[in-house]
Every structure is written in structure tokens, then in C-alpha cells.
């Protein structure tokens, strides 16, 4: 996973957080200019590298652009971030990360980054996290996923809402 800040034209006018797919089955999250400060990129790559590395987090799709869809809604996992005073972090850090298993919420330094962002983020977090494309395998308590597990569903099961 790659983040970086995005240059002028990148990312929709509209929008302040996107992700593309990279070849290899790789992804990269783009921010908006003016959005986020340097070294909370470099804090939140930081947090992401060694949670890719040492395989608390998987990625479940491939080169197929499925991940910037809407949220589902299958709340699958939690991943978000909080925006916080930055004295309430350990000296020099931009962000931290708190799990458990199910969820991962990162508290970021409230002036490395706008509200618009957090927003944004938590909103494709929703997505990724919520819907099963990034998903937390805690080698104690669940299992990696098999090359038999099936890839998340893209659509909400149709259900009535109220049983006849």
C-alpha cells in the first residue's frame, strides 16, 4: 500500500481521499493538496507498512478498481481514523494505532490534517475495512484467508426489511 499526497488534477475536484489500483495487486491512497501534512503521510505509512509487513492486515482485491465503490455496509471490520490533540501523542508522532480484534482506529494529530479528510478517510475506510477488502488476520484468532475464500460480495444481500 502507498500513500503520498496527490498533485493538482489527481484526485476529483470534490473529493479529498481516493485509491487507485498499482500493478501487482498493490494500491495507493491518494490525498488531496492542502488536506494533510507531510509527516502524517509518513506517520500513516509508517502504521500501514508494519501492519502489511508483519501480516496483521490483508488485502482482498485485485486490480480491479472494486475498492473506490460506495460502502456496503456489511461492517466486516472497523477502520478509522480520530482526530486528537497532538500533546496527547507519544513525542514526535503524527498518529498511533489502537486494535483490537475487529477494528483498528488510528488517532492522528487533529492539525496534520482537516475534518474534510478525516471524513473522506473514514468514509473509504468504511469501504475497505466494513465491506472486507482489507481485512485483519490476528494469526491467534483468525485464520488467513484461503485461496478458496470466496472475494467479498459487491452488492448487499436483497432481504425484506420487515419479515411477512
Keep these: 500500500m502507498r500513500y503520498r499526497i496527490a ?3 489527481e484526485i476529483p475536484g470534490d473529493r479529498t481521499a481516493d485509491i487507485r489500483d498499482l500493478p501487482g495487486s498493490r494500491a495507493e491512497v491518494l490525498f488531496a ?24 492486515w490483508r488485502q482482498r482485491w485485485t486490480g480491479s478498481s472494486q475498492a473506490a465503490g460506495e460502502a456496503q455496509g456489511f ?7 480520530e482526530r486528537i490533540p497532538g500533546r496527547l501523542l507519544p513525542s514526535g508522532r503524527a498518529a498511533v494505532c489502537i486494535e483490537e480484534d475487529g477494528s483498528c482506529v488510528m488517532l492522528v494529530d487533529e492539525d496534520t490534517c482537516t475534518p474534510q479528510l478525516q471524513n473522506a478517510v ?5 469501504r475497505l475495512a466494513g465491506d472486507g477488502f482489507w481485512i485483519q488476520v490476528w494469526f491467534d484468532r483468525r485464520p488467513l484467508p ?13 432481504a425484506p426489511l420487515i419479515a411477512a
Design 7 to 9: 498533485t493538482r488534477g
Design 33 to 56: 493538496p492542502g488536506h494533510i501534512k507531510p509527516r502524517l503521510v509518513a506517520g500513516i505509512r509508517r502504521l500501514a507498512n508494519h501492519q502489511v509487513v508483519h501480516g496483521s
Design 75 to 81: 461492517l466486516r471490520g472497523v477502520s478509522r481514523w
Design 122 to 126: 473514514n468514509d473509504l475506510h468504511l
Design 146 to 158: 484461503s485461496a478458496h475464500t470466496p472475494a467479498p460480495p459487491l452488492t448487499t444481500p436483497r
